[in-house]
């Protein structure tokens, strides 16, 4: 589960303050191992300080890889429409070519019909002038009335009229016909620009998209060393507080020795001190014996047991409860909320040690065995947990009132097993 410990930051504050009370306690016992674990607490930091700022440029490269990655996202947007573009561009120039070829078919047609027109015409207009106008006035006096004269007259002249209306329509048509040639040439030729413009915008975007992708590679490739040197920085991480674990526990063990021989030391001069008492008591019985010959009975002289009350007090100094003393330690609880434990929250009060959490019975603690019975103000618990140091038991409830009632506390804690 490891509840509880959010970060490995929090536990490294956690274990310095542990470092600074330890030193607090024993400055002049275990020197060298209070050096080691200076120095321990300071490659540590070193290498968390390390690790956030590898943390902060993993961010960054994540930032900066998903921005590339959308515009890499937009940039092959562009490239389909555009490639949609440039085909509906194409089927467009196609049909203009059809459409040109059938138009230049009617301008061809309609030069061969005005040709035709035109050549029909002359070979009238010549008959005309070779019959010159007495041909003409023959044909118009030999009419049998008057109003036969006017119908031939009419007609001569309707048929001029005919030859030149077919000439100008067919004109006309040639005219109409080859101005949507031009009309279509020059739809055309803007097809061909636009074709020619899209080409270049799809040929500038197929290169962004190309240094764009080459740009998600490579902040690909840098992640993937970051978190390489993440997992790495974490793994060292980790062996460091295992090594200040046990430079902690060292050192507790260092201040408990200490602790036992000044106990010792004392109960020493108490006993010396008791015996010269003793001595100078029973020095001064005999005098008064010699010197009161004349009172009747005597006094034993009196015997004070302080000396073994000390004897037997240091003699247990080591062993109460029935277990090893390791010091008196902080004590703080949680339980397996997400306020308490934040992402480890899921996993529902299952222990790092695999044990499922118990009120009464779960403790977290550094630098020791899993399964490690703790007697703490006369209640046995059991260490399934991780997330503080060593001289810092978490103990766990099973409600967040309960935790936040116990609050901190600090007590005598002894090693049973």
């Not at 046990?246 to 201040?255: G, N, P, S």
Request: glycine share 6%; with cysteine; aromatic share 8%.
């Amino acid at each position: 589960m490891r509840c509880k410990k959010m970060r490995s930051k929090r536990r490294f504050y956690w274990i310095l303050a542990a470092g600074l009370l330890t030193a607090s306690v024993f400055p002049a016992y275990g020197a060298t191992t209070q050096e080691q674990i200076n120095q321990a607490q300071q490659e540590k930091q070193q290498a968390e300080s390390s690790l956030e700022s590898t943390q902060d440029r993993i961010e960054e490269i994540e930032s900066q890889k998903g921005q590339t990655e959308a515009y890499l996202s937009e940039l092959s947007r562009q490239l389909t429409e555009l490639t949609s573009d440039m085909q509906e561009l194409q089927r467009e120039y196609t049909d203009k070519q059809t459409e040109l070829t059938q138009v230049q078919e009617e301008l061809e047609e309609a030069r061969v019909r005005e040709e035709k027109q035109y050549e029909a015409m002359k070979v009238r207009i010549q008959f005309m002038y070779e019959h010159s106008q007495a041909g003409a006035l023959e044909m118009l006096f030999s009419a049998d009335s008057f109003m036969d004269f006017l119908n031939r007259a009419d007609n001569i002249s309707e048929i001029t009229k005919y030859d030149r209306e077919m000439l100008a329509d067919y004109e006309a048509t040639r005219q109409e016909v080859s101005e949507k040639e031009q009309q279509v040439l020059l739809e055309q030729q803007e097809i061909e620009a636009l074709q020619d413009q899209s080409t270049k915008q799809q040929e500038q975007i197929q290169e962004l998209y190309e240094y764009t992708y080459n740009q998600v590679q490579e902040y690909t490739q840098e992640l993937a060393g970051a978190e390489s040197e993440e997992a790495a920085l974490l793994a060292s991480i980790q062996t460091q507080e295992d090594a200040l674990n046990q430079l902690l526990i060292q050192a507790k063990q260092e201040e408990v020795e200490a602790q036992r021989k000044a106990q010792e030391e004392a109960a020493r001069k108490a006993a010396e001190a008791e015996a010269a008492r003793q001595q100078a008591a029973q020095q001064q019985a005999g005098q008064n014996q010699q010197a009161g010959s004349g009172q009747t009975g005597s006094s034993a002289p009196d015997t004070d047991t302080g000396a073994s009350d000390v004897s037997n007090e240091t003699s247990q100094g080591n062993s109460s409860s029935g277990g090893t003393y390791l010091g008196r330690f902080k004590l703080t609880a949680y339980c397996s909320c997400s306020i308490c434990c934040g992402q480890w929250s899921q996993y529902q009060g299952l222990t790092a040690s695999g044990a499922q959490a118990q009120e009464g019975v779960t403790v977290a603690m550094g630098g020791v065995p899993f399964g490690t019975k703790l007697s703490i103000n006369g209640h046995i618990y059991t260490v399934q947990d991780r997330g503080t140091a060593y001289g810092h038991v978490d103990v766990y409830f099973s409600n967040h009132a309960s935790a936040l009632a116990f609050g901190l506390q600090y007590a005598d804690v002894y090693m049973v097993n």
